[in-house]
């Protein structure tokens, strides 16, 4: 079947699905919800049909993701038990990120043996990182004072009894939670900051012995970092059913009516983390030469499989090869990206000035400018490390409201829309880390992109070379 054809199947069966769908919910054709549900089928069909002809991982996680909302919708109790295939690939991702930090970064520091390099790096990464999530708190605040979304709730009743009261942290046990006291207790619990900070002083330590003593365990890494790749790949053939399951669980858990509840907070962040990608993360992709296009193409899988599971951990894996493909070198790969996932969590920073803001609202608590700072800036060092857990940022708002006496009702609210929030905000996550890898890979000077975009390059400069001359 030649391309064009193709694409008229495919698209003849979901224009009909989508205005079908339009007649009936506006009431102004009644459609039987039989017929309904088999143009929607017949549309999943010709998707199936143009991922058999396209061959890419990408294309059926996207596939699989539109199959899994139909199957959640229809059947909503199938959908609530595929979960356990959703976690089966969350397990297996997990698998993978201890192993593979340890493997790149102790190579990445060791294997160059040049430590003021990776001192310079670490400056550079802290100070991008810092400016780019201050850039993302402030945007989130202003969205929040703009929209008023929490103005106006009333408590509903009971709801305070569903949450725990969780214990404010404070700033020692910020510092404390920074330093693993037992590696595998961190590999264990998935704590990425504290296997990095394992990883690095380990590098550094390697970096440091005798030629013999550091070749073992050098090339030791360096099989154990091929290996763990290849293992992801291995891995991501489950990809598209694990995406598919997590969207099944999340539309028959929740229900595709569930976009009517607070549309407001949830419009509020999504229009929030738009104005971010556009006003901060494009410029400064444009400012530092990054190749837009091949950009978009390399992060589209990872993005795609943050965006449904939730969890930027299960795409730091794929955005780490993607990244390394693109042409930063792996040594910076492996130290920017998971340092990154601690240090670089824009989107998450975003939703949590948002939503700290939206409970002091519902609480009817007003807050001064100064009071707005001191809580998103405290929320910026209790969110650090927090990317490999799902939701785990409703935790740090419940330990916020306690540290500033705010009631934690409002957060009840959340829960509603909050793993709709979480897909968005995962998703900015990892587009802004992979973004600070190219970044920090410009600045070094190491930014090798493959052939065919550095020939592209050549010939943009050509180009602008011979308007220049004809002016």
Not at 14 to 24: E, G, K, P, R, V
Request: aromatic share 10%; net charge neutral.
């Amino acid at each position: 079947m030649k391309f064009k054809h193709l694409g008229l199947v495919v698209f003849l069966p979901i224009t009909i699905s989508a205005l079908l769908t339009f007649l009936s919910h506006y009431n102004i054709l009644a459609v039987p919800d039989v017929a309904l549900m088999f143009s929607r089928w017949l549309a999943i069909a010709g998707l199936f049909l143009y991922g058999l002809k396209k061959k890419s991982l990408t294309a059926w996680i996207l596939i699989s993701m539109v199959v899994g909302a139909e199957i959640g919708h229809d059947y909503p109790e199938i959908g609530m038990k595929l979960q356990v295939l959703s976690k089966v690939f969350l397990k297996m991702i997990k698998t993978i990120v201890a192993p593979l930090l340890f493997a790149t970064l102790v190579y990445g520091i060791a294997g160059h043996s040049d430590l003021k390099q990776v001192g310079r790096m670490g400056w550079k990464s802290i100070l991008y990182f810092e400016v780019v999530t201050t850039l993302a708190l402030f945007i989130g605040l202003a969205a929040i004072n703009i929209s008023q979304a929490g103005v106006g709730i009333k408590l509903p009743p009971g709801s305070h009894e569903e949450l725990p009261a969780v214990a404010p942290q404070s700033l020692n046990d910020i510092i404390l939670h920074i330093f693993p006291e037992n590696v595998a207790k961190s590999i264990a619990e998935g704590q990425v900051l504290q296997i990095v900070v394992f990883s690095i002083i380990f590098g550094i330590a390697l970096a440091m012995v005798r030629e013999d003593k550091r070749q073992p365990m050098l090339k030791f890494t360096e099989s154990l970092s091929e290996v763990m790749f290849k293992f992801t790949n291995i891995v991501m053939y489950f990809a598209p059913i694990g995406v598919g399951a997590a969207i099944a669980y999340t539309v028959g858990h929740m229900g595709l009516g569930i976009l009517v509840n607070l549309i407001q907070l949830l419009m509020t962040l999504y229009v929030a983390l738009f104005v971010f990608l556009v006003g901060v993360l494009l410029p400064i992709a444009l400012l530092v030469g990054v190749p837009i296009k091949k950009f978009l193409q390399a992060i589209a899988e990872p993005v795609s499989i943050a965006f449904a599971t939730t969890s930027s951990e299960a795409a730091l894996p794929r955005a780490m090869e993607a990244m390394e493909r693109l042409g930063a070198p792996r040594k910076i790969v492996a130290f920017v990206m998971p340092t990154g996932y601690s240090f670089n969590l824009d989107g998450t920073t975003l939703y949590l000035s948002l939503a700290a803001i939206f409970v002091a609202q519902a609480a009817g608590m007003p807050l001064t400018f100064g009071q707005q700072l001191l809580i998103v800036f405290t929320l910026m060092l209790t969110s650090k490390g927090v990317a490999g857990v799902p939701r785990a940022s409703l935790v740090i708002l419940l330990g916020t409201a306690s540290s500033f006496g705010m009631p934690v009702w409002p957060i009840f609210i959340i829960l509603g829309i909050d793993e709709l929030m979480d897909m968005a905000r995962t998703s900015v996550n990892v587009i802004g880390n992979c973004l600070a890898t190219i970044v920090i890979a410009k600045w070094e000077g190491e930014f090798n992109p493959p052939a065919e975009l550095a020939i592209a390059d050549e010939n943009r400069i050509h180009k602008l070379e011979e308007v220049v001359e004809k002016l």
